[in-house]
């Protein structure tokens, strides 16, 4: 009965452990994850993944509360507008 009992306890332990990891990096397994579906997706052309994001604004600049600034053709000094 001592290794059943043993046994249990270790097979519980592992499925314990397995769940603490899972949680704890569930962003980087997720993203992971995502990499090998794509990769393994015989449709999947990262082309279009460029378009996607350049038309959803993905890889626009961010905006900011500065003024833009211009150089000045006489002093070649870049001057806040």
Same mark, same amino acid.
């Given at each position: 009965m001592g290794a059943v $009992?043993? *046994?249990v &306890? *270790? &097979?519980a332990g592992i499925i314990l452990g397995w769940i603490t990891i899972e949680m704890a990096c569930k962003p980087c397994l997720e993203? %992971?994850?995502e990499a090998m579906d794509r990769s393994l997706n015989p449709d999947? =052309? @990262?082309d =279009?993944? =460029?378009v996607d994001a350049a038309s959803s604004g993905a890889g626009a600049p961010l905006l900011s509360n500065r @003024? @833009?600034?211009i150089p =000045?053709?006489?002093t %070649?000094? $870049?001057k806040s507008v």
């Amino acid at each position: 009965m001592g290794a059943v $009992t043993s *046994a249990v &306890i *270790a &097979i519980a332990g592992i499925i314990l452990g397995w769940i603490t990891i899972e949680m704890a990096c569930k962003p980087c397994l997720e993203k %992971g994850r995502e990499a090998m579906d794509r990769s393994l997706n015989p449709d999947y =052309d @990262p082309d =279009d993944q =460029d378009v996607d994001a350049a038309s959803s604004g993905a890889g626009a600049p961010l905006l900011s509360n500065r @003024p @833009p600034e211009i150089p =000045d053709p006489s002093t %070649g000094v $870049t001057k806040s507008v």
